[in-house]
């Protein structure tokens, strides 16, 4: 079955520590994302890549990074300098065709920061 | 690129009554615009989406949408809920480049 995946579901991490989540999808989709969720604030976009080796920030990057080295896989890396990780995260892809912007989501990884 | 409001971050509703979610947006141009749904714990799921066309759209689950330029409202309707409706409803538009710009979601708890 097509779709993506996210892994792992719970990530538990220590102050100061980074941690990189999986995003993987057999969609054949040009574009991923990746989204943070806090109660009451909907999705916020951390990070998008439209093409292999190419990202840019969205709202809220600061202390966060990307890689895009394969076309089905688009990690997320929180970093130390996130003052306050404990979230949901979630990671999307989507075609590349203008008036179609559906995005299709994975399950999402909760991240807690003990 | 759109912003998105969700106007009411909780509603309850009884079981077989109707429902509406209400959202605007905010734009002059070309318009894309998409109702998601997320069940507890899991990612989103789309229930139905307006590019052009018919302002009426209709989606999965019963639910429908009505696209109105006048009023820049795109509200989510359902004409009789069940149990199983009950999750957060996500209103989004186009933003930049690709990506898409999400209201803040409202809470549907339906209760028997």
């Known amino acids: 079955d097509g779709g993506i995946t996210q892994s792992p579901k719970y990530l538990f991490r220590k102050e100061g520590q980074n941690v990189t989540l999986s995003c993987e999808q057999n969609l054949n989709h040009d574009a991923m994302y990746w989204y943070r969720q806090d109660p009451g604030q909907g999705l916020r976009l951390i990070y998008y890549s439209q093409i292999v080796n190419d990202f840019q920030k969205g709202d809220i990057a600061e202390g966060y990074s990307v890689s895009r080295e394969k076309k089905e896989s688009f990690p997320l890396t929180v970093t130390s300098a996130q003052k306050n990780p404990t979230a949901f995260y979630l990671c999307?892809?989507?075609?590349?065709?203008?008036?179609?912007?559906?995005?299709?989501f994975g399950p999402g990884t909760r991240l807690t920061v003990l | 690129a759109q912003s998105v409001t969700q106007l009411d971050s909780q509603v309850p509703v009884f079981e077989e009554a109707p429902v509406e979610l209400r959202c605007n947006y905010s734009?002059?141009?070309?318009?894309?615009l998409f109702w998601y749904v997320q069940y507890p714990n899991q990612g989103l799921q789309l229930l139905l989406k307006y590019l052009s066309g018919s302002t009426l759209v209709k989606g999965i689950n019963g639910f429908e949408a009505e696209f109105n330029k006048s009023q820049t409202s795109f509200h989510l309707r359902k004409p009789s809920v069940h149990i199983s409706d009950t999750a957060e409803y996500f209103c989004?538009?186009?933003?930049?480049?690709?990506?898409?710009?999400f209201g803040k979601g409202t809470s549907l708890l339906v209760t028997p």
């Open positions: 734009s002059s141009v070309s318009v894309y």
């Open positions: 989004a538009a186009k933003g930049s480049g690709y990506a898409l710009n």
């Open positions: 999307a892809s989507s075609i590349l065709q203008l008036g179609s912007n559906e995005q299709f």
